[in-house]
Every structure is written in C-alpha cells, then in structure tokens.
C-alpha cells in the first residue's frame, strides 16, 4: 500500500492514495461477518496455508473475488496500513470515489486525511462516480491531474540524467 511504504521508508517525498481501502480488516468484517478479529483472519489464513481449506471454498466479498488467500492479504494489508498512519512525514494527497459503494470513506479515505492534518501537508479530494470509476473517463483524469500536480508541487521536475 502507498501510504505503509510512504510511512516505512524514509525516500518518500510525497505520496498520494487513490480510492485507497485503509481499514482492511473493517470492510472486510462488514461485508463478511462470519470472519472478526484479527485472530480468526489469521487462524483462517493459517488453515489456508495448510491445505485444510481452500481459498475458493471461502465467500469473497463484494469487488475481491480471485484474490488467492484473501484473510492473509486483510490481515496483514490492515496491519501495515492502520499501523503506518502515525508514521507519515510526507505530504499526502488522498483521492477517494464521491459514491464509494465497497467501504465507507469515514473509516478508510477521510480517517487518513484526519489523522494527518496538523501533522504534515494533506488534501482530499472526491473523483466523481464510485469505486472503480476513477479509472476511467473524467475521473481518471482528474486523478491523473491531481497526483501530478502534488508531485510537481513536492517534488519538482524530474532532473535530466547525468549519464
């Protein structure tokens, strides 16, 4: 995830995070309750690794079907993530969807940008349409604009090469 490598690696000057899922581990309890806490994802990862079930004997969830050991990616994405937020120095950019209909921006988009301001430069900033609609159309653009224009902003141009 952007933001856990913004937070782990001191190089990142800036960062932006599009229509990023943060809490994991929330979207994944509200749209599969039968899989809470961070133990039993594990425990179900655990048994996955083993051969004692199989990933497609699993219900995915809404918008991550295929994903080959989906309770190993929640757990450990929710742990990186969640736990990277405090460490951002960087100035942050986030593009969220307007109609996000796979999880709530309070709790992934908007929870990010609230825990950063004060701390380091942050903006947020809505892509019309839902989810996957920011990859594609007026959407696409606009994030294209945006994430290029923060960099430019924190970054600069790039120099031409010394070679």
């Known amino acids: 995830h952007a933001l856990a490598s913004a937070a782990k690696d001191h ?6 995070c599009q229509i990023g899922s943060i ?4 979207n994944w309890v509200n749209r599969h309750p039968d899989y809470r806490g961070a133990v039993a994802i594990r425990n179900l990862a655990t048994e996955q690794a083993r051969g004692n079930i199989f990933p497609w004997t699993i219900k995915n969830p809404i918008g991550l079907d295929g994903s080959p050991n989906l309770p190993k990616v929640v757990f450990e994405h929710t742990n990186n993530t969640i736990a990277s937020i405090d460490k951002i120095e960087c100035p942050t950019l986030i593009l969220a969807a307007e109609n996000e209909e796979l999880f709530k921006n ?6 990010v940008h609230k825990k950063l301001q004060g701390r ?3 903006e947020i900033d809505y892509l019309t349409g839902g989810h996957y609609n920011a990859y594609e159309g007026e959407a696409y ?3 294209v604009q945006r994430a290029t224009d923060w960099f430019q902003l924190y970054i600069g141009s790039p120099q031409p090469s010394r070679l």
């Open 106 to 111: 309070e709790n992934n988009s908007e929870l």
């Open 11 to 16: 190089r990142v000057k800036a960062v932006v």
């Open 120 to 122: 380091v430069p942050t």
């Open 141 to 143: 653009k606009k994030g």
């Open 23 to 26: 809490d994991t581990h929330a």
